[in-house]
């Protein structure tokens, strides 16, 4: 006869969640690799794969995820097409801040400048040098009357999101922090992350790219990582604030912050400008895309796609991490079967190891297919950059990995304008000239155990 026990009624339990988790999950627009993944995890290890996925694994768990899902609708519901992701608009100027130190004294620069508003959000804010100046300068513009506020990532900043931040609180400022992620606070998950880095300053001046306001990448030399970021003033500024705006709202309860009216006057030039080369207003359309759980679709990482597709010249990318799906990788390679310049630029060993042998796989395929990989020895590249033939580029915070892709909240520019064009090629091509070529007879059948790892590595990278 069956006699019942806990234990019984434990398995049937957890079997049941197992099915239910599993149809969730055929029923998400999902990369095939990622579902792929999630199902040997709970399939083969359940006491970790399925905690893990009610930790991790659901890219709109929480239910204010879900309302927030469309950034630019006003009500919450669905939006149409042209809500969701703004079209490509003229009339810009744009700088390209290649170097930290630089886009460091940019970003301070504007905000010493301020004269109505600072919206500030990064994923890290470091405990060091670069993050306390920061601190300082936006308690000091509070003090005064600016509108100060920053908003950090609850993981990136996991470091400076409490009393390192209490000067610019006492001083007036705001400070909310996205997405906790302890169960015990009203939201949060540890998976759904915002990696967006942006700097809107009276509503007029943006400062924005995958730099994170930290020494270690706004630092001097020669340990700084290279990075990039951008300033940008037009049109589209008012489509960045927005998204900040609404990042704002979500991270903070529903606080909304008071309408970004441009200062009355244009904020101060750097001193610096002299020495850089802008590009034009009248050069540059911009594309804003957002993405991430509160958009509808996929703008930015179809946008991506849709870039690559259409290039018939030349693509190169720099990105401090090679993970992509098989959409991309086939993109990728047709691209250079057919002729296409297709240039990689990756750092030779990046601050993730794991990142690094999951990417392996991918490096020699298309190596062997004509893409000319180029490693930098030595530094970090943490610069996310496409350059399409003598036109197009991309810029932002997206990394070429599939939780930038699919995961993260993340932030770019669709940059349309053959002077933007340059600047950006002639910063990536000085970048590979320093670094390595991968050549075809080099690549070789790494031994078992190093495909091993790089298996282990590629199989886990869609949960990173």
């Excluded at 508003?117 to 003090?143: C, N, P």
């Excluded at 993981?155 to 610019?168: A, N, Y």
Aim: with cysteine; hydrophobic share 50%; net charge positive.
């Amino acid at each position: 006869m069956f006699e019942f026990t806990w234990r019984h009624l434990g398995t049937v339990l957890g079997f049941l969640l197992g099915v239910v988790l599993v149809a969730r999950m055929l029923r998400q627009e999902r990369s095939p690799s990622v579902t792929f993944a999630w199902l040997l995890a709970m399939a083969f290890v359940p006491y970790v794969g399925v905690p893990a996925y009610l930790l991790l694994g659901g890219r709109k768990l929480a239910e204010r995820a879900r309302h927030k899902r469309t950034l630019y609708g006003t009500d919450g519901g669905a939006a149409a097409a042209d809500a969701v992701a703004p079209p490509e608009r003229e009339g810009h100027a744009f700088e390209l801040l290649g170097d930290g130190v630089l886009a460091r004294s940019r970003l301070f620069a504007l905000i010493d400048a301020a004269r109505t508003s600072i919206r500030l959000q990064t994923f890290i804010l470091g405990r060091d040098d670069v993050g306390r100046e920061l601190v300082e300068r936006l308690a000091r513009r509070a003090r005064e009357g600016v509108d100060v506020r920053l908003l950090v990532d609850a993981l990136g900043s996991l470091r400076t999101r409490g009393s390192f931040l209490d000067p610019l609180r006492r001083a007036g400022g705001k400070v909310s922090v996205f997405m906790p992620m302890l169960p015990f606070h009203r939201t949060w998950s540890a998976n759904l992350r915002n990696h967006r880095k942006l700097a809107v300053i009276d509503g007029r001046d943006a400062w924005l790219g995958g730099m994170n306001v930290v020494a270690e990448e706004m630092g001097p030399a020669p340990t700084r990582w290279i990075d990039a970021a951008s300033w940008l003033r037009g049109p589209c500024v008012a489509d960045l604030v927005r998204i900040f705006d609404a990042d704002w709202a979500f991270a903070s309860g529903g606080e909304q912050p008071p309408a970004a009216a441009p200062a009355s006057e244009p904020a101060p030039a750097d001193a610096t400008d002299a020495r850089r080369a802008a590009v034009s207003a009248s050069d540059v359309a911009v594309r804003v895309a957002a993405g991430g759980p509160d958009v509808e679709g996929e703008p930015l990482t179809d946008g991506f796609f849709a870039a690559l597709a259409e290039a018939h010249r030349r693509i190169w990318i720099v990105t401090p991490y090679f993970i992509p799906d098989e959409g991309l990788l086939r993109v990728l390679r047709y691209q250079a079967l057919r002729g296409v310049d297709v240039r990689l630029v990756l750092p030779e060993r990046s601050n993730h190891l794991l990142a690094d042998l999951a990417r392996a796989r991918f490096v020699r395929r298309l190596v062997r297919d004509g893409v000319d990989v180029r490693l930098v020895p030595e530094r970090m590249v943490h610069a996310k950059l496409l350059v399409l033939d003598d036109e197009r580029a991309v810029m932002g915070s997206a990394n070429l990995d599939l939780r930038s892709l699919y995961v993260n909240y993340e932030l770019a520019l669709f940059l349309h304008g053959r002077r933007a064009n340059a600047v950006l090629a002639a910063w990536v091509d000085e970048l590979a000239s320093d670094a390595r070529r991968v050549l075809a007879d080099q690549v070789r059948v790494p031994g078992l155990p190093r495909q091993l790892a790089e298996d282990v590595a590629a199989l886990v990278s869609p949960l990173l």
